[in-house]
């Protein structure tokens, strides 16, 4: 299970939603093999006096937030941040300095979906890749 959230200028990410939409499934489901039809994103496009950064960014600064089901190695992790740094710079002109990317990791058990703890769901694909 994989839901995420993206943060960002809305005048900047509102344009791009569908094709970033796009790149950041195509990099989960190749760094984790995760099945094609499961997409959980959420975006949100922020007013630029709402949304903080640090000099040395710019109005195409993202955020995306990953939030996961323990199990998969730091190999896939560190494949999944990478892709989408590769990604994102080569495909939507984002680059790597005006992009941050967490993931956060949390037992099943920490989870609830479809009426049941995450640990009790029976899953179509791996986690501990």
């Known amino acids: 299970m994989a839901q995420i959230k993206i943060y960002g200028i809305k005048e900047t990410l509102n344009p791009i939603k569908k094709q970033l939409s796009e790149v950041i499934h195509s990099a ?11 997409r959980f994103q959420r975006f949100f496009p ?20 990953i939030s996961i089901f323990e199990g998969r190695t730091t190999e896939a992790k560190k494949q999944l941040i990478n892709l989408l740094f590769q990604r994102i710079n080569d495909l939507l002109g984002i680059s790597p300095q ?21 640990d009790e769901l029976q899953l179509s694909y791996k986690v501990n890749i």
């Open 28 to 38: 989960v489901v190749d760094a984790f093999k995760y099945p094609p039809d499961k």
């Open 46 to 65: 922020m007013d630029q006096e709402d949304f903080i950064y640090a000099d040395g960014r710019s109005e195409a600064y993202t955020i995306i937030e």
């Open 98 to 118: 005006d992009l941050e990317i967490t993931i956060f990791e949390t037992p099943k058990h920490n989870w609830g979906i479809r009426g049941v703890p995450g």
